[in-house]
């Protein structure tokens, strides 16, 4: 009897619980879930369903190519009454498991994440976000030679830059006239 009472305050607590899907499935399987959330009215026992994600940066074809990949591959993050049904309505969705230490549901030894660790894994998002925007390569008024487009081989002046887009806004003095023109961060390079 005393462990039917231990079980009804712990459903009624939120946990953080770890799911392992599919390496490049996670938003396919976030969406999926949301839908089961939405359809089967668990609001009150499924919080927030979360993918830690990094922005990556990289150059295709001269062109800047900016992705979200996720920080923690195949995992995803779910604010959760502990309910052995639940889980087992969104393992038999998808290609979904609970991680758990024992050999089954049932031994209720999920793994779980305390606050401490969410937030230190929000606190490792933001501080990659605010080092990217410090890792802006040009500042205004900083003299540049574009090296690719039609404007090849001109050089021209910072005029604003736009990290979030990786652009940046040059001021080149064409036929005579200064003409403001918006170019990629890998179209141009520092004059020295």
Known sequence: MNTEKKDNTEKKEKKWIVFWTLSGKEKKVKK?????VKEKKLE????????????VVSIVKKQRVVKEKPLFRGYILVEMVPDAEIMEIFRSYGALRPLIKGSSLEEKE????????????????????????AETPFIEGEAVR?????????????????PDRGKLKVRVTIFGRTTPVVLDFTQVQRVY
């Not at 999926?32 to 089961?36: A, C, N, R």
């Not at 305390?114 to 894994?121: A, L, P, R, V």
Request: proline share 3%; glycine share 6%; net charge negative.
């Open 32 to 36: 999926i879930m949301e839908t089961i």
């Open 44 to 55: 009150d026992k499924v919080g927030r369903i979360f993918i830690p994600t990094e922005t």
């Open 110 to 133: 999920i793994i779980t994440l305390s606050e401490n660790e969410i937030s230190s894994i929000l606190e490792r998002i933001e501080k990659e976000k605010e080092k990217k925007r």
């Open 146 to 162: 574009i090296i690719d487009g039609p404007f090849s081989e001109f050089t021209g002046i910072v005029e604003e830059v736009y």
